[in-house]
């Protein structure tokens, strides 16, 4: 059974510094690495999709790598922006499971000003 | 395009009640999915709907049921409500044949309150 963890449960940084979110899996057998965005009460917003034969992912400041030997992949988000406040989930669908994606926890970002 | 839509965004219920929830995929997309998020954690999926049929389920009770009509929307439908069933309830939707190489799309969901 596929078991998404990310640390840490919650961050808090000036704005300005770089951040770093992990996710890590214990089932290396997925299709993709998915990151979400989610601000308080709302839905999710996909912030990258990284496929199974991929690195890395790139979308203006926000970096997404995958690394499936470790079954770890890590955000980056550079220069962070008080509008980066919010909570960042990451999920994967498993081969065996279409595209049922197992959701981590997510990670609780507040930037400071 | 409106994206996935969803009604209503808030519901207040009492124990034992039934409720429905309702869900419009992206224009394009066959295929739903419902997931529960309870408050402080990552979302569980419900199950999935494709062609009007179950596809997929997850670790919900048969309290929980669901339905796709023709036109690809679908409803949610969770029968003598529990306290614990007080969740966001979110839907995705995508395209079945390139289901994994693509995102899903969610909707704002709808935020249930069993009292």
């Known amino acids: 059974k596929q078991e998404v963890t990310q640390i840490p449960a919650a961050l808090s940084v000036p704005e300005g510094e770089n951040l770093v979110l992990n996710c890590s899996f214990t089932d290396s057998a997925i299709y993709n690495l998915q990151w979400f965005r989610q601000d308080p009460g709302k839905g999710l917003t996909s912030l990258l999709l990284i496929q199974s034969s991929q690195r890395e992912q790139t979308s203006g400041r926000l970096n997404a790598s995958l690394d499936k030997s470790s079954g770890r992949s890590t955000l980056y988000i550079a220069a962070s922006q008080p509008g980066d406040s919010a909570t960042y989930l990451c999920a994967g669908p498993h081969l065996t499971a279409g595209n049922k994606l197992t959701f981590g926890g997510g990670t609780r970002v507040l930037v400071k000003p | 395009d409106a994206g996935v839509t969803q009604s209503p965004t808030h519901l207040i219920k009492t124990r034992g009640q039934q409720v429905t929830l309702r869900c419009s995929p992206k224009?394009?997309?066959?295929?739903v999915s419902w997931y529960q998020q309870a408050l402080g954690q990552g979302p569980q999926f419900i199950f999935q709907?494709?062609?009007?049929?179950?596809?997929q389920r997850g670790n919900f009770p048969d309290r929980f049921s669901g339905h796709q009509f023709p036109n690809y929307s679908s409803e949610l439908n969770v029968n003598a409500l529990l306290l614990g069933d007080s969740a966001l309830y979110l839907c995705?939707?995508?395209?079945?044949?390139?289901?994994?190489?693509?995102?899903?799309?969610f909707g704002p969901g709808t935020r249930l309150l069993v009292l």
């Open positions: 224009s394009g997309h066959d295929t």
């Open positions: 995705a939707s995508s395209y079945i044949l390139s289901s994994n190489q693509e995102t899903q799309y």
């Open positions: 709907y494709y062609e009007e049929e179950e596809r």
